[in-house]
């Protein structure tokens, strides 16, 4: 009998990992009514408050001086800390892929160049252990996204709690695309300028011919819904593509190169698209015409190295606070995986080279709601809003800051993560080895 390779070693990994970590059990979280007394609460939208703030039924339900408390409510003291909203990353593998070198844990990139309808939500891992990692931090809520062909799928909000991807669904999705570029795709590629052209305007033909075909399916469609007699054949990809092309629901335009934002800010007007650009590595380049067009922009990762060689070295860094100047609406994103939990320092570089805190802090909170229309739910501390929140002793821009609780959706979240586990375990090494 044969056997993949790749699943023997995936076994091996897993019982590895489970004798290692078998005392690394994440605790569970808990629900009910917590009254955080005496805080510095930081509500993004209305300023600074000083008091209390109370959760019930997993929602903020009392801010300021004049809170009703319930008489079961678990009272948190907060002297001396601040309370932010969760922040929110606009852009992750997060529970989409374990380990990278192992294929069989990685479900953010399928066969096939357009596949609109393959969800990232359906793979997400509630389990990883990337995911407490990442909570524990102050990031509450991500967007899991797939990766690689023209339609890489459809990508989907989460909050970083639940059993099940349908528990941690938050509100939102959207197809991502890779929008077509003549650029290289890596130090790899030894395409002529001619063949890369080329190859951009195949991918923009095959683009627009979709386009015009999903409108003529759902034109049949409708048809076929007061005429029986009009038969039309199952196509499951143009079927998930019709909400998108009537401009019901968003799309992520993943773009980066200047002449490419240009193009795709063009196809975007020209085809009437709902749209956010993701990437935009050389955003600063074409700021006023991304401003001008209206459409948001999430940038990221911030901590990275400049896209072309004659850049200064801080480009990456000022690219969002650029963009800002010029009266884009800019978010961030990490476009990470296991270092999701990083997103409060992109944003504290983008805001000391140029966005500055305030605009920063707003990037991976009101400003990410407001993208996807959840305003009204998540971003800020309001009367009504989710629960999605933490307590720290400092700025959460600061490294040496702790966060001292979670909430999510109102859940009191265990502050263990595997990598506590591990401090903790060889902190205090019991029994140790004898020299």
């Given at each position: 009998?044969?056997?993949?390779?790749?699943?023997?070693?995936?076994c091996?990994?897993?019982?590895?990992?489970?004798?290692?970590?078998?005392?690394?059990?994440?605790?569970?979280?808990?629900?009910?009514?917590?009254?955080?007394?005496?805080?510095t609460?930081?509500?993004i939208?209305?300023?600074?408050?000083k008091?209390?703030?109370l959760?019930?039924?997993g929602?903020?339900?009392?801010?300021?001086?004049?809170?009703?408390?319930?008489?079961?409510?678990?009272?948190?003291?907060?002297?001396?800390?601040t309370?932010?909203p969760?922040?929110?990353?606009?852009?992750?593998?997060l529970?989409l892929?374990?380990?990278?070198?192992?294929?069989?844990?990685?479900?953010n990139?399928e066969?096939?160049?357009?596949?609109?309808?393959?969800?990232?939500?359906?793979?997400?891992?509630?389990?990883?252990?990337?995911?407490?990692?990442?909570?524990?931090?102050?990031?509450?809520?991500?967007?899991?996204?797939?990766?690689?062909?023209?339609?890489?799928?459809t990508?989907?909000?989460i909050?970083?709690?639940?059993?099940?991807p349908?528990?941690?669904?938050?509100?939102?999705?959207?197809?991502?695309?890779?929008?077509?570029?003549?650029?290289?795709?890596?130090?790899?590629?030894?395409?002529?300028?001619?063949?890369?052209?080329?190859?951009?305007?195949?991918?923009?033909?095959?683009l627009?011919?979709?386009?015009?075909?999903?409108?003529?399916f759902a034109?049949?469609?409708?048809?076929?819904?007061?005429?029986?007699?009009?038969?039309q054949?199952?196509?499951?990809?143009?079927?998930?593509?019709?909400?998108?092309?009537?401009?019901?629901?968003?799309v992520?335009?993943?773009?980066?190169?200047?002449?490419?934002?240009?193009?795709?800010?063009?196809?975007?007007k020209?085809?009437?698209?709902k749209?956010?650009?993701?990437?935009?590595?050389?955003?600063?380049r074409?700021?006023?015409?991304?401003?001008?067009?209206?459409?948001p922009?999430?940038?990221?990762?911030?901590?990275?190295?400049?896209?072309?060689?004659?850049?200064?070295?801080?480009?990456?860094?000022?690219?969002?606070?650029?963009?800002?100047?010029?009266?884009?609406?800019?978010?961030?994103?990490?476009?990470q995986?296991?270092?999701?939990?990083d997103?409060?320092?992109?944003?504290?570089?983008?805001?000391?080279?140029?966005m500055?805190?305030?605009?920063?802090?707003?990037?991976?909170?009101?400003?990410?709601?407001?993208?996807?229309?959840?305003?009204?739910?998540l971003?800020s501390?309001?009367?009504?809003?989710?629960?999605?929140?933490?307590?720290?002793?400092?700025?959460?821009?600061?490294?040496?800051?702790?966060?001292?609780?979670?909430?999510?959706q109102?859940?009191e979240?265990?502050?263990?993560?595997?990598?506590?586990?591990?401090?903790?375990?060889?902190?205090?090494?019991?029994?140790g080895?004898?020299?």
């Amino acid at each position: 009998m044969r056997f993949n390779k790749n699943i023997i070693l995936y076994c091996l990994v897993c019982l590895f990992m489970a004798g290692q970590l078998s005392a690394q059990v994440v605790g569970k979280a808990t629900k009910g009514a917590f009254l955080l007394k005496n805080a510095t609460i930081e509500t993004i939208t209305k300023g600074t408050v000083k008091g209390d703030l109370l959760i019930e039924d997993g929602k903020i339900t009392g801010i300021g001086g004049a809170v009703t408390v319930p008489a079961s409510a678990k009272v948190i003291d907060c002297s001396g800390k601040t309370i932010y909203p969760g922040f929110i990353d606009m852009g992750t593998s997060l529970g989409l892929v374990e380990v990278s070198s192992i294929s069989v844990t990685n479900d953010n990139n399928e066969i096939g160049d357009i596949k609109p309808y393959l969800e990232a939500l359906t793979a997400v891992n509630p389990s990883s252990v990337a995911i407490p990692v990442t909570r524990v931090s102050g990031v509450t809520t991500v967007i899991a996204q797939p990766s690689g062909g023209l339609i890489a799928g459809t990508a989907s909000l989460i909050n970083l709690i639940g059993y099940s991807p349908d528990e941690m669904y938050a509100g939102f999705k959207a197809i991502r695309l890779n929008f077509p570029s003549s650029g290289a795709r890596g130090r790899r590629d030894r395409r002529s300028p001619e063949d890369r052209k080329k190859n951009e305007a195949k991918k923009l033909k095959q683009l627009n011919d979709l386009w015009e075909e999903t409108k003529l399916f759902a034109k049949i469609k409708e048809a076929k819904g007061s005429d029986a007699s009009i038969r039309q054949e199952y196509n499951p990809t143009l079927d998930a593509m019709i909400s998108t092309v009537k401009g019901e629901q968003m799309v992520l335009v993943e773009v980066n190169a200047e002449n490419d934002i240009l193009s795709a800010l063009k196809w975007i007007k020209d085809n009437e698209i709902k749209a956010i650009l993701t990437g935009c590595a050389e955003g600063w380049r074409v700021a006023d015409e991304i401003a001008a067009s209206g459409v948001p922009v999430v940038t990221g990762p911030v901590i990275s190295i400049p896209t072309r060689g004659s850049d200064r070295y801080d480009r990456a860094y000022a690219n969002a606070g650029a963009m800002k100047k010029a009266g884009v609406t800019v978010a961030i994103r990490t476009d990470q995986t296991e270092n999701v939990r990083d997103l409060p320092f992109h944003a504290a570089f983008a805001a000391a080279y140029g966005m500055g805190r305030e605009a920063a802090l707003e990037a991976i909170t009101i400003v990410p709601a407001r993208m996807m229309g959840l305003e009204m739910e998540l971003g800020s501390l309001e009367v009504g809003k989710i629960a999605n929140l933490f307590i720290c002793d400092g700025d959460p821009f600061e490294t040496k800051t702790q966060i001292e609780q979670v909430f999510i959706q109102g859940w009191e979240i265990p502050m263990d993560s595997r990598h506590s586990l591990l401090y903790d375990e060889f902190l205090d090494r019991s029994p140790g080895v004898k020299n």
